[in-house]
């Protein structure tokens, strides 16, 4: 079983940067995907980045402000998210996947969230 521990979020002002991580368990976590998707209260969760075996991805609402990275040797995934907007204030999850998708049904295991909130 893999467990994921989401960090590093917090309160941020618009147009700062925040850094996430997404810590993994055990020596299988290099062979999953880690997908980052994000759910603000009332709204449905949403895809945000992702890295797996075809490439990385990002939703459209994040492209050239996001970026995605792996430290397999520390067995870690960070999102780093510059140019934040009040629109980006939700709790962020990483996901694995030991499959080539971003869809949430493709996801076997699930970190509990890091809250992110982005004030004027």
């Known amino acids: 079983q893999v467990q994921l521990v989401e960090s590093g979020g917090g309160l941020v002002q618009a147009g700062g940067s925040l850094r996430l991580s997404c810590a993994g368990s055990g020596r299988a976590f290099s062979g999953y995907a880690i997908n980052w998707f994000r759910q603000a209260p009332g709204k449905e969760r949403e895809f945000v980045a992702g890295?797996?075996?075809?490439?990385?991805y990002y939703a459209d609402f994040v492209k050239g402000r996001f970026t995605i990275t792996r430290d397999n040797a520390k067995n870690t995934v960070y999102l780093q998210m510059n140019s934040l907007n009040l629109e980006d204030t939700a709790v962020y999850y990483c996901a694995a996947s030991s499959l080539t998708t971003t869809a949430e049904d493709g996801m076997d295991y699930w970190g509990k969230g890091t809250l992110v909130t982005v004030s004027s």
């Open positions: 890295n797996n075996w075809s490439g990385t």
